[in-house]
């Protein structure tokens, strides 16, 4: 995407603010999503939704200027949103507390492998054209919507603990509840940390401050990928066996201590082993937030859902934002002690936090 708005001779700040665009319609479209969701069940908003990112890709293809790019992406924020939350909303709904841990891993699992191969074979098929990533991606989300559309269920006719439509849990409700504002302030924390560095100063940092190569770059974010990957089902486990506090216990540590190695970083190699540290904790934390909701959560609660997911979204918008200010104010290392101190927050939190599956809710409570 980069490098295709870059084709039409526009500046950084206008490549940014593609990327901006789609995460704001996202954000902003997150409650009528979940509404969506509520009122026309998962299955259908889930094929619409993949359906639109398909025809926003394929119109992003055939955009002829820089206004019809932007337009046509911040559009596929919106099916981008919708997608999302009733994904979520069936892995969520359709297994059991026995192992919601394990199923929010492989579902997290699926979107990593996408997330490391999508961009390796991209590369390879932009070498044809930088407009042919962009049709690969649209006809494979198109069959995605297809099979959504006729295979999703949430197993509502196959068990009998899935809570009837009427006794959904609505935002007012679920906003009391403190394991739900521990998760809505873990989504946004990770988000700002695990993607908001990521993709803003981070690159930067090791190509200006420690003087390396974007080699290394591509090779720290691979190290906390595949370190990542191969702990997620360890880390689901864990979940569903000791508990959510005690995943979130082991994922805030480990990334706390992954960002202070990469505040006081002075060498390349500690920038990798700091990575490599952040992907371990990253695998505890990337599923246990969500397990979380579905613990306390009745019935189809897609707003309840939505409203966790914005906080999430919302992370990985003012994260960037702010440590970019940092970094320009004062330097990298500032930028990265404050996303540590916020991170802080998440650890309390961890720490605090009380079992939430159903069978111990009034504990948690």
Known sequence: MPLFAKSFGVNNSAVGLIVSMFAIARFSSGLISGKFVDLFGERIVFAIGITMVSVSALLCALAQSYAQLLLFRTAGGLGSSMFSVAAGSIIMR????????????????????????????????????????FFIYSGTL????????????TGRSRTKKVEADSDAMRIPEAIKLRPYQIALILSFVTNWVLFGLRTSIL??????????????????????????????????????????????????????????????????????VSMGVVGLGGAFLSTAPANIVADVIRGKSGQVIALWQMAGDAGMI????????????????????????????????????????????????
């Open 203 to 272: 690159p930067l940092f090791v190509t200006e401050d420690l003087h390396s190569t974007t080699t290394v770059v591509g090779i720290g974010f691979t190290i906390a990928a595949l370190l990542q990957g191969l702990l997620l089902l360890p880390a689901g486990n864990l979940s569903d066996r000791k508990g959510r506090p005690a995943s979130l216990k082991i994922g805030t540590t480990v990334v706390l201590a992954g960002t202070l190695l990469l505040t006081f970083a002075v060498h390349p190699w500690m920038y990798l």
């Open 94 to 133: 359709s297994v059991s507390d026995e192992q919601r841990g394990r199923a929010q891993s492989i579902y997290n699992g699926s979107f990593l492998v996408g997330g490391i191969t999508g961009p390796a074979v991209g590369g390879l098929i932009s070498a044809v054209s930088l407009r042919a990533p």
């Open 318 to 365: 003012v994260g960037p934002i702010t440590v970019g200010i940092l970094a320009d104010l004062f330097s990298f290392r500032m930028a990265f002690l404050v996303t540590a101190i916020v991170f802080s927050i998440a650890v309390f939190a961890a720490f605090t936090l009380g079992e939430t599956r159903k069978s111990h809710l009034n504990k948690a409570s």
């Open 142 to 153: 198109l069959c995605s919507g297809t099979i959504g559309f006729f295979f999703l269920t």
